[in-house]
């Protein structure tokens, strides 16, 4: 068997396991998927006839859920990877890395395994909060084919950028309530984002803290994909810093799990 389809064999056993450990306990993943559809119905019925006004919208609600759900989506991605980094520090921490470095598999393939099975999460959370979004009365009707095509695939790199992270972040935890804390960003940065309210909207000293960290740049690409608005500069800053943090979080994590282990 060559290398590479020892590889690939490997790595779809590993994503098979990902995923039926998901499958058996649900309890992370619904936690985290509960976070971005309690902030979307709390922003969109109690704030949002408020928010609306601010965003220029007057006090139409539809207006507010029509600015929100890019950003809830791209939060929702953050939140899931965070059980990411929960799995991959729980199985470095019980030693079943351990077991599977003396195995004959590809020594990638558990990583890789983590990564996919993430992404795939990422996606079906994003399909089931952007159902919520659709039934509270989110249309994007002016959005083509290729657009969609565009925003799905803007999403999942997005995904595969923050996994990779995630994983970083799992592998040099001590534990899982560590490796929580530790991905706790992946859930703050959305907050000073773009998501609730415009750049312009805020402080003049933070708006450059806004506007060039990853989610906002990304939220507002998402927006003009999906809603018609301007995109500007934003689709390549979103593309920028997808590619640099997949690099980033890719190299620290092989370096990481080539460690010896704790």
């Known amino acids: 068997m060559s290398a590479l389809s020892l590889a690939v064999r490997n790595s779809n056993t590993m994503l098979r396991r990902n995923l039926l450990h998901a499958r058996r ?25 408020t928010m609306s ?13 029509a600015y929100v759900v890019p950003g809830i989506l791209m939060m929702t991605i953050g939140g899931t990877t965070i059980g990411t980094a929960v799995s991959v520090s729980t199985d470095m921490t019980e030693g079943i890395i351990a077991r599977f470095r003396t195995m004959a598999i590809h020594r990638g393939s558990v990583l890789i395994g983590h990564v996919i ?28 084919a290729l657009e969609w095509l565009a925003a799905f695939g803007l999403l999942t ?9 995630a994983v970083g972040m799992g592998l040099i935890s001590p534990n899982a309530e560590a490796a929580s804390n530790n991905a706790m960003p992946l859930i703050f940065l959305p907050l ?3 998501t609730f309210v415009p750049v312009d909207a805020m402080p003049g000293w933070f708006q450059p803290i806004a506007q060039y960290q990853p989610f906002t740049p990304a939220i507002e690409t998402l927006r003009g994909l ?7 500069h934003n689709g390549w800053l979103a593309i920028t810093w997808c590619l640099a943090l997949t690099v ?14 704790k």
Do not use: H
């Not at 006004?53 to 859920?65: E, Q």
């Not at 999906?226 to 500007?232: A, F």
């Open 25 to 49: 306990y649900p309890s992370l993943t619904l936690n985290l998927l509960l976070t971005p559809v309690m902030l979307l119905l709390l922003f969109v019925y109690i704030f949002g006839d």
């Open 53 to 65: 006004a601010g965003i220029g919208g007057g006090a139409d609600r539809s207006a507010y859920i």
């Open 117 to 144: 099975g993430s992404v795939l999460q990422c996606v079906m959370s994003v399909v089931l909060v952007g159902a919520v979004a659709v039934a509270i009365g989110f249309r994007s009707t002016d959005a083509t």
């Open 157 to 165: 790199l997005f995904a595969l950028a923050l996994t990779w992270i």
């Open 192 to 194: 000073i984002s773009s």
């Open 226 to 232: 999906l809603l018609g608005t301007e995109i500007g």
């Open 248 to 261: 980033l979080g890719y190299l620290w994590s092989k370096a990481s799990f080539n460690r010896d282990p």
